[in-house]
């Protein structure tokens, strides 16, 4: 084992060692680290649901009601009422026939993506797609293909160059968690129905988030019911945790068949499950949360953009400042910590060699004084 000390040595030295920050109460706008009071622009939890009274009288609730944990695989023994219930009201949400819940978005795609594809396949991926579907290609063995970042033409040319493969998935990213750029959803469709290729969209960080009514990037982009597979999770803007995939009857039919990360896995709380409930109810009667949200990102976008910053207009609440080496990310990120300001600093191998940078995450419930503390500080 001394090959560890090593290899720890190598990641300080590289400016790459990673450290918890632990908090001392629930993440909100607010987060107290080590007794200090910080403001707090890290967290996924965009609508502010995750401390919401509503979810957490939901999920105490089903305690009494069920108890802490399933105590099984859904297979088994562990499926209760409220999974159906919970995958009924996800995909009446999400447009689709059917859905299935994950005990995670990793999970999710996990699953997903194993139980499509197999050896002699591809699966077509995004170069900056999430490490959960990178890690589902493999656990598949299909062939991995990759095309440059939301580029149009590099994805029909891998298309092209993958027609002899039996089966072919083309797997994207909505809203990339890193660069907090939206996938050109409608037209990634065209071409992969074109070529005679499945399509995935991990719809993570859309959900709840994208278009009118929160629906997700499919909504946002208009192109709901041409996509065959869509993933979500339950653990950013619904505020708990949980991965679910959406789509056609047959296909939850079959992944609830083959995918190996949901059968031999103990389900999903039904504290979580009654939490998502709660959640997805505020998400479709309150659209005011999605409207707060998305005038703190033209607020700070539109800050940055006068001092010189390169930003995008879309309404992503995800925006990077990219600083290069991993020193200089770390150094900044500091520098903000030290005015009570929490962005964290990220670097490779989450993001590419020399791309690493400060990851803001606005959410709904940031004040307008918030949003220009931290233009001015930047």
């Given at each position: 084992?001394?090959?560890?000390?090593?290899?720890?040595?190598?990641?300080?030295r590289?400016?790459?060692?990673?450290?918890?920050?632990?908090?001392?109460?629930?993440?909100?706008?607010?987060?107290?680290?080590y007794?200090?009071?910080?403001l707090?622009?890290?967290?996924?939890?965009?609508?502010?649901?995750?401390?919401?009274?509503?979810?957490?009288?939901?999920?105490?609730?089903a305690l009494?009601?069920?108890?802490?944990?399933?105590?099984?695989?859904?297979?088994?023994?562990?499926?209760?009422?409220?999974?159906?219930?919970?995958?009924r009201?996800?995909?009446?949400?999400?447009?689709?026939?059917?859905?299935?819940?994950?005990?995670?978005?990793?999970?999710a795609?996990?699953?997903?993506v194993?139980?499509l594809?197999h050896?002699?396949d591809?699966?077509?991926?995004?170069?900056?797609?999430?490490?959960?579907?990178?890690?589902?290609?493999?656990?598949?063995?299909?062939?991995?293909l990759?095309?440059?970042?939301?580029?149009?033409?590099?994805?029909?040319?891998?298309l092209?160059?993958?027609?002899?493969h039996?089966?072919?998935?083309?797997?994207?990213?909505?809203?990339?968690?890193?660069?907090?750029?939206?996938?050109?959803?409608?037209?990634i469709?065209?071409l992969?129905?074109?070529?005679?290729?499945?399509?995935?969209?991990?719809?993570?960080h859309?959900?709840?988030?994208?278009?009118?009514?929160?629906?997700g990037?499919?909504?946002?982009?208009?192109c709901?019911?041409?996509?065959?597979?869509?993933m979500g999770?339950l653990?950013k803007?619904?505020?708990?945790?949980?991965?679910?995939i959406?789509?056609?009857?047959?296909?939850?039919?079959?992944?609830?068949?083959?995918?190996?990360?949901?059968?031999?896995?103990?389900?999903?709380?039904?504290?979580?499950?009654?939490?998502?409930?709660?959640?997805?109810?505020?998400?479709?009667?309150?659209?005011?949360?999605?409207?707060?949200?998305?005038e703190n990102?033209?607020?700070?976008?539109?800050?940055l953009?006068?001092?010189?910053?390169?930003?995008?207009?879309?309404?992503?609440?995800?925006?990077?400042?990219?600083l290069?080496?991993?020193?200089?990310?770390m150094?900044?990120?500091?520098?903000?910590?030290a005015?009570?300001?929490f962005v964290?600093?990220?670097?490779?191998?989450t993001?590419?060699?020399?791309?690493?940078?400060?990851?803001?995450?606005?959410?709904?419930?940031h004040?307008?004084?918030?949003?220009?503390?931290?233009?001015?500080l930047?």
């Amino acid at each position: 084992m001394d090959f560890i000390n090593k290899e720890l040595a190598a990641l300080r030295r590289r400016g790459l060692y990673r450290e918890f920050k632990t908090l001392d109460a629930a993440t909100d706008r607010l987060i107290t680290l080590y007794g200090t009071t910080f403001l707090c622009f890290s967290s996924n939890n965009y609508l502010g649901l995750a401390n919401d009274p509503r979810l957490i009288a939901a999920a105490r609730q089903a305690l009494d009601d069920y108890g802490v944990g399933a105590a099984a695989s859904r297979l088994v023994s562990g499926n209760q009422r409220i999974h159906r219930e919970l995958e009924r009201r996800l995909a009446e949400f999400k447009g689709t026939e059917a859905a299935i819940v994950f005990p995670t978005g990793y999970m999710a795609n996990l699953g997903a993506v194993s139980a499509l594809v197999h050896e002699g396949d591809a699966v077509i991926l995004d170069r900056l797609n999430h490490a959960s579907i990178i890690d589902a290609v493999r656990l598949s063995r299909a062939k991995l293909l990759v095309y440059s970042h939301c580029d149009l033409d590099s994805l029909e040319q891998v298309l092209a160059r993958a027609r002899t493969h039996r089966r072919r998935l083309v797997v994207t990213d909505t809203l990339f968690s890193m660069d907090g750029d939206i996938a050109p959803l409608r037209e990634i469709a065209l071409l992969a129905k074109r070529y005679g290729a499945m399509v995935m969209a991990d719809d993570a960080h859309g959900t709840g988030v994208l278009g009118d009514n929160g629906r997700g990037a499919l909504e946002h982009a208009a192109c709901e019911g041409e996509v065959d597979v869509v993933m979500g999770t339950l653990s950013k803007a619904l505020g708990g945790l949980g991965g679910f995939i959406a789509g056609e009857r047959r296909l939850i039919e079959y992944l609830r068949n083959t995918a190996r990360s949901f059968i031999y896995t103990t389900a999903l709380p039904a504290a979580m499950c009654a939490a998502a409930l709660a959640a997805l109810d505020i998400v479709e009667a309150e659209p005011e949360r999605r409207a707060a949200l998305r005038e703190n990102i033209a607020l700070f976008k539109a800050g940055l953009r006068a001092k010189g910053f390169d930003l995008d207009h879309t309404p992503a609440p995800i925006v990077p400042i990219i600083l290069g080496e991993p020193a200089r990310a770390m150094n900044k990120a500091r520098e903000l910590y030290a005015h009570h300001i929490f962005v964290p600093a990220i670097r490779p191998p989450t993001v590419p060699k020399g791309t690493s940078r400060l990851r803001v995450s606005l959410m709904a419930g940031h004040t307008r004084d918030d949003v220009e503390r931290l233009v001015s500080l930047l």
